[in-house]
T-cell receptor
């Protein structure tokens, strides 16, 4: 399995509090991603990174920010958590396979976040 | 219209059955295609990439139809352990590293 860890794995917080989720990889992959997964919506991209300090928004970025100061770490911050951000958050990494140009993604185990 | 669409199912099939999933995508410039498997309360895991010529891995066959913009996954001789959600995924940007996922199709294989 790809070396990807997420912390915390579970968190319950209150509306209005800041929350930071961490993704750590040991694969030295260039690309890192944050998704949220909700019933009926599948995986939706929040933010992604294509290198240290290089990040961009995904389709559901409002209310989220990210930072990547090292290749191995990608942080997702909810500045002021809302109940609509209750979800399962997955981090993923990818790198070109160098042959066909495919960017297969490998996922971390996920973080279950509940905002009360 | 969603960029990647799948029939949500669920598909309920007996052991030994053949089951097929389809997935349509809207961006004709899409370059890479994948099927992922996700078990309940687990992370998605890559099942197989989908190549233009079609590819097979044991009981699993993936095909790509660029003209009609869909990919398919065929599972032959279904096993109880195949019960999971199957997600199709499409790399949609020119760099190829940004992936759009379908919402997934739930499969239940029963004895």
């Amino acid at each position: 399995d790809a070396g990807i860890t997420q912390s915390p794995r579970h968190k319950v917080t209150e509306t209005g509090t800041p929350v930071t989720l961490r993704c750590h990889q040991t694969e030295n992959h260039r690309y890192m991603y944050w998704y949220r997964q909700d019933p009926g919506h599948g995986l939706r991209l929040i933010h992604y990174s294509y290198g240290v300090k290089d990040t961009d928004k995904g389709e559901v970025s409002d209310g989220y920010s990210v930072s990547r100061s090292k290749t191995e770490d990608f942080l997702l911050t909810l500045e002021s958590a809302t109940s609509s951000q209750t979800s399962v958050y997955f981090c993923a990494i990818s790198e070109s396979d160098g042959i066909s140009g495919n960017y297969e993604q490998f996922f971390g185990p996920g973080t279950r976040l509940t905002v009360l | 219209r969603k960029e990647v669409e799948q029939d949500p199912g669920p598909f309920n099939v007996p052991e030994g059955a053949t089951v097929a999933f389809n997935c349509t995508y809207s961006n004709s410039a899409s370059q890479s295609f994948f099927w992922y498997r996700q078990d309940c309360r687990k992370e998605p895991k890559l099942l197989m990439s989908v190549y233009s010529s079609g590819n097979e891995d044991g009981r699993f066959t993936a095909q790509l139809n660029r003209a009609s913009q869909y990919i398919s996954l065929l599972i032959r001789d279904s096993k109880l352990s195949d019960s999971a959600t199957y997600l199709c995924a499409v790399n949609s940007n020119t760099g190829g590293f940004k992936t759009i996922f379908g919402a997934g199709t739930r499969l239940f294989v029963k004895a």
